[in-house]
């Protein structure tokens, strides 16, 4: 197994439905992350195809400039995903009990995940859905920051520096044959302490891991 049974706890085990069962209209991370995860998007998600917001909310991140065929979002919250404009159509799921997504193979260009893959309490089984529901040559992207809710993040994530969760996440796509190998993305500030310093607010990074299903 990819994942220690001890590696999966969170501290916070109760339902994750419970949780989330409130939305919070907030962005998690910053504008300057903001942007440039949409221009990733824009320079990686191809126009007219179908697109997995997996993990998704009330914002998607996605470039409004770019027009997609259909965007599916999926999450815990439906208040939450009725109100993200970007979504044509949305479900409500919890991944980490039911472990199948609703989805036919190969129904899917893209899959995205943004700043949730630190609560996945099985990432073998889910990453093996995204692999199965992405079209031969679909691009999967799973983009995260420093920030978590930490309760909710589980051992293995809240346990690594910043540099191993970003191996985790490749270790994920490593982890189930048929994809590409994983290329990161990393922008940060430079000189953070000196920033600090002088009394500027530091950016979120951005790490983005990116992986296509082979043909």
Not at 8 to 13: A, C, G, S, T
Not at 45 to 69: C, G, Y
Not at 195 to 200: A, E, I, K, P
Request: aromatic share 12%; net charge negative.
């Amino acid at each position: 197994m990819l994942l220690q049974p001890n590696q999966r706890i969170k501290l916070d085990d109760s339902d994750d439905q419970l949780f989330y069962s409130y939305p919070r209209l907030v962005t998690h991370v910053d504008a300057e992350f903001i942007q440039q995860l949409t221009d990733l998007y824009r320079q990686r998600l191809k126009p007219n195809t179908r697109i997995l917001d997996l993990m998704s909310s009330w914002v998607s991140h996605l470039p409004t400039d770019v027009d997609f065929a259909h965007v599916e979002g999926h999450g815990l919250n439906a208040e939450e995903l009725a109100r993200n404009p970007q979504l044509n159509h949305y479900f409500v799921q919890n991944i980490n009990t039911h472990l199948q997504l609703p989805f036919p193979d190969q129904d899917f260009d893209a899959v995205i995940n943004c700043v949730s893959v630190q609560y996945i309490q099985y990432p073998e089984a889910i990453f093996s859905e995204i692999h199965r529901i992405l079209k031969p040559g679909g691009i999967a992207i799973i983009s995260f920051s420093n920030r978590m809710f930490f309760q909710k993040a589980i051992q293995a994530w809240r346990d690594g520096s910043e540099a191993l969760r970003v191996e985790l996440v490749k270790n994920y796509f490593v982890s189930i044959p048929g994809f590409t190998t994983p290329e990161v993305i990393f922008q940060k500030s430079i000189a953070p302490n000196l920033l600090q310093w002088l009394g500027v607010p530091v950016r979120d990074p951005l790490y983005a891991v990116i992986a296509h299903r082979l043909p």
